[in-house]
């Protein structure tokens, strides 16, 4: 199969009329940083690495924050690194290794562990089935996760591994308190969930305030004698797949370990800002000084973060301005917060500094270049976090005192060759306001080329002016620089329901499965396309995965006039299915009716079809359900299907065969 996808694009190349000046797998070839953490001792940083499909840790170290190896994994075998960790005094990073999937086929089949590797140089040591690792402050044990439970484990390796406590319900997000006496954790148990407290020493298990809602993300206060989470309301019901600008209000409460009793010390309003928004981080409760507790709100339409007082009272906006903050981490003085945002620079990201008592951020880069996932060190003078920008792939960095560098280098990738991706906005077939990115290679041909229109997952992503931050992501920028450099006009659409441009654009009015409203903006995407005099209207093609495969086959469905093929990555072709609605309830009509095999019979346009048949995220049957649906009306229909792959591919060369066929399909039929 890879043999006659690569021939299949070899060919396609000569029939073109613009070679590429670097090749499909010369852009793949990136070495992509994600999970970056900062150590609690020694100003040492650490991330994992992924080099077409090889992953291990990196470490960088005071004073030179040279990147280096302390794993040595050499295959592309699909075996994620998830959750690391420190030991105390940073001489030791714990992590998850495998899962449940095995997209290799290996026939010995694949585990999920945990896992310890020093700093020294010493080969990493197997701890014990399961995932999730938390050291304790004490650095004498693990706790992790395995079947619904919490384990844990001796770091030194003489105490085999053990259920800690039983808990009903699925727990999740194990937090140790500052002494390491303590575990606080969220136990969920269907319409709604508990926060609950095991005491080491004296064996016992208490529930934190119980309630019918839905209790989470607990924040262990500075002394260890109370825990603050979020209390998000619940009705019982199934949750229907909608905008949701507002709800019944959540709130942050605050309860003591001794008694479990607990209160309410803050409430969002009614109106906006009342459905719980998250950013990214370790916490969506961070403590500051002991005294204040800084919080995601979006009381004005936007993301921001806010700060209380931890006994309660009005909340302190820290971020005003039209922008949302995405990233969260409290400075290592504790007073500060450090985030990223989109300020003044709605298409690309920045790192800020706020004191969590209020005042004015303060700008920490700056420029055309992306910044996320700050990272503040035990050294106050030094962030780290990860940047990219149009021609550079995503790194580690480093930013100490108001000098910034990189923590390893690019290699040979072909930087220099990569096109500067054009902010554009044009109006959506019923007159909002889209955001995309135009990608022109500089090399094309005055006459009119074909055009591409590229649609991102999620729904809740954002598309930059530069390589993105997630995986996935940054190899969907590979590919739409490389279709650029074939020749074609790349538009890149940010549709409505995604996030970056405030509450109302994320949670649009009949969105999805509630109306498909979203497919206005593919529609204006065709339109403002053919209306360029480098565009040949006739030859439009358009491709996305998941929620993007999504609207691709809507498209394709909708407007094969306008869309001459299409790439479906894992799509999803009927909402009433996908989301297990009941044929009895009120919106089952509406998901199918907002959905591809609602219009399947104006589907007339080539389309290639490609999935992994172990995709836990969109069912594989939404495919082979499309697929035979299209045979029967004799549209052209291509299929390339991963056996045992998920839905973001975990083989680094399950990327390259995907993307070359998508590249030779395109070649042919456009």
């Not at 409460?253 to 950013?279: D, H, L, P």
């Not at 297990?580 to 219009?599: C, G, M, Q, R, V």
């Amino acid at each position: 199969m890879r043999l006659l996808a690569t021939l299949a694009l070899s060919l396609a190349l000569e029939a073109s009329g613009q070679q590429p000046s670097f090749t499909l797998d010369q852009v793949l070839a990136f070495s992509f940083p994600s999970d970056l953490t900062a150590a609690p001792a020694g100003a040492k940083v650490a991330w994992f690495s992924n080099t077409r499909g090889v992953r291990n840790i990196m470490v960088a170290e005071p004073p030179r924050y040279e990147a280096r190896k302390v794993t040595n994994y050499t295959e592309d075998d699909g075996q994620e690194l998830q959750h690391p960790g420190w030991l105390p005094d940073a001489s030791a990073i714990v992590y998850t290794r495998g899962g449940t999937a095995n997209p290799a086929s290996d026939p010995r089949g694949v585990s999920e562990d945990i896992w310890m590797v020093g700093l020294d140089g010493s080969a990493p040591r197997r701890i014990a089935a399961g995932s999730g690792p938390v050291v304790s402050p004490r650095g004498d044990r693990i706790a992790f996760l395995r079947a619904g439970q919490i384990w844990w484990a001796s770091t030194d390796g003489k105490t085999p591994a053990a259920q800690a406590f039983d808990a009903r319900g699925t727990c999740e997000g194990p937090e140790w308190s500052p002494d390491g006496d303590r575990i606080a954790f969220t136990t969920n148990r269907g319409d709604h969930s508990l926060i609950g407290v095991y005491q080491v020493s004296a064996g016992t298990l208490r529930y934190l305030d119980p309630s019918t809602d839905f209790d989470g993300a607990p924040a262990w206060s500075p002394d260890g004698r109370s825990v603050a989470f979020i209390r998000i309301p619940s009705s019982g019901l199934r949750p229907v797949r909608e905008a949701r600008r507002a709800r019944e209000p959540w709130s942050i409460r605050m309860a003591s370990v001794e008694t479990g009793a607990g209160r309410e010390i803050w409430r969002a309003a009614e109106g906006r800002g009342s459905v719980f928004r998250e950013v990214s981080g370790a916490n969506q409760l961070l403590w500051a000084d002991g005294k204040r507790i800084v919080f995601p709100w979006e009381a004005d339409g936007w993301t921001h973060l806010y700060s209380i007082a931890a006994e309660g009272g009005r909340a302190t906006l820290l971020t005003p301005g039209e922008f949302e903050v995405e990233d969260a981490a409290p400075a290592r003085s504790r007073g500060e917060v450090v985030f990223s945002s989109n300020q003044g620079d709605i298409d690309r990201r920045h790192l800020w500094r706020v004191s969590a008592a209020g005042g004015t951020p303060a700008a920490l880069t700056t420029g055309t270049g992306i910044e996320v996932a700050p990272a503040p060190t035990t050294d106050g003078n030094a962030v780290a976090f990860l940047r990219s920008d149009a021609q550079h792939p995503l790194r580690a960095a480093i930013r100490i005192g108001s000098e910034i560098r990189d923590l390893e280098s690019a290699g040979d990738f072909p930087a220099q060759q990569m096109a500067t991706p054009q902010q554009v906005i044009f109006p959506a077939a019923d007159g909002l306001q889209i955001h995309g990115q135009l990608f022109l290679s500089p090399g094309r041909a005055a006459a009119r080329s074909p055009a591409i229109v590229f649609l991102h997952g999620g729904p809740r992503r954002q598309m930059l002016t530069g390589w993105h931050y997630m995986y996935y992501y940054a190899n969907a920028y590979a590919l739409n620089q490389y279709l650029a450099a074939s020749g074609y006009v790349v538009l890149s659409v940010n549709f409505r329901s995604g996030i970056g441009y405030g509450l109302d654009f994320r949670e649009a009015p009949q969105y999805g499965a509630s109306g498909g409203s979203d497919y206005n903006d593919v529609r204006g995407a065709a339109v403002w396309l053919g209306a360029r005099p480098d565009v040949d209207r006739a030859r439009i093609g358009v491709w996305g995965g998941s929620y993007g495969g999504y609207l691709t086959a809507m498209a394709l469905a909708r407007a094969s006039d306008l869309f001459k093929a299409g790439v479906d990555f894992h799509g999803v072709h009927n909402w009433a299915t996908e989301l297990s609605i009941p044929p009895t309830e009120p919106d089952y009509k509406i998901a199918f009716e907002s959905s591809p095999l609602n219009f399947v019979q104006g589907w007339r346009s080539p389309v290639l079809l490609i999935q992994g048949d172990d995709d836990r995220d969109v069912q594989f049957n939404q495919t082979v359900r499309l697929a035979y649906a299209l045979r029967r009306q004799k549209v052209d229909v291509e299929e390339l299907i991963f056996p045992d792959e998920i839905h973001d591919f975990l083989l680094g060369r399950t990327w390259r065969e995907a993307y070359a066929a998508a590249v030779a399909f395109f070649k042919r039929k456009l």
